[in-house]
T-cell receptor, first 116, second 111 residues
Framework: AQTVTQSQPEMSVQEAETVTLSCTYD???????LFWYKQPPSRQMILVIR??????QNATENRFSVNFQKAAKSFSLKISDSQLGDTAMYFC?????????????FGAGTILRVKS | NAGVMQNPRHLVRRRGQEARLRCSPM?????VYWYRQLPEEGLKFMVY????????ESGMPKERFSAEFPKEGPSILRIQQVVRGDSAAYFC?????????FGSGTRLTVV
């Protein structure tokens, strides 16, 4: 069974600075998908970024980028130029494939607080 | 496209009552997933349904919990005889080949 571990329960960062959230996972699969979701106080689950394991290039979405280390089974999220609106819970998640019926396996989350 | 619609947003039940949570998937989606988020935890898979079929219920508690997705109407997650430990946020998601879209969740509070 797959597991996802987020070792940082809480993180803080000053506005405009950069922060990195850690995630490790365990799987015997060779091809899979990794995700970072943002959950603000509104509780909505918002997809931040997605990485396909077969792609060597790290995914980027504007201020959000990942450092995907497949051999180390590590998938960290870097947020550049942090904004107050980035304050939220962040979840790392794993999925075996994009086929119907595949479950997302989530980590326990990291609370990120952006300070002005 | 209205997205995944869940209602109610908040639900308060006394111990022993029944809770019914509803989910309407995105237009054109016929695959629905239910996840539960206990306080201070990540989301955990409960059940995967297609129209009129439960495909995978490996995450559902063995008793008191049931789910359905009828041919017409929303998917329903039903919790009978609720206990305090059922207090959580319950999320529904629907999927296409591009991945999941989550609803805003229903927060169930058992008093």
């Amino acid at each position: 069974a797959q597991t996802v571990t987020q070792s940082q329960p809480e993180m803080s960062v000053q506005e405009a600075e950069t922060v990195t959230l850690s995630c490790t996972y365990d799987t015997s699969e060779n091809n899979y998908y990794l995700f970072w979701y943002k959950q603000p106080p509104s509780r909505q689950m918002i997809l931040v970024i997605r990485q396909e394991a077969y792609k060597q290039q790290n995914a980027t979405e504007n201020r959000f980028s990942v450092n995907f280390q497949k051999a180390a089974k590590s998938f960290s999220l870097k947020i550049s130029d942090s904004q107050l609106g980035d304050t939220a819970m962040y979840f790392c998640a794993f999925m075996k494939s994009m086929e119907y019926g595949n479950k997302l396996v989530f980590g326990a989350g990291t609370i990120l607080r952006v300070k002005s | 496209n209205a997205g995944v619609m869940q209602n109610p947003r908040h639900l308060v039940r006394r111990r022993g009552q029944e809770a019914r949570l509803r989910c309407s998937p995105m237009k054109g989606h016929s695959h629905v997933y239910w996840y539960r988020q206990l306080p201070e935890e990540g989301l955990k898979f409960m059940v995967y349904l297609q129209k009129e079929n439960i495909i995978d219920e490996s995450g559902m508690p063995k008793e008191r919990f049931s789910a359905e997705f009828p041919k017409e109407g929303p998917s329903i997650l039903r919790i009978q005889q609720v206990v305090r430990g059922d207090s959580a946020a319950y999320f529904c998601a629907s999927s296409s080949s591009n991945g999941y879209t989550f609803g805003s969740g229903t927060r169930l509070t058992v008093v």
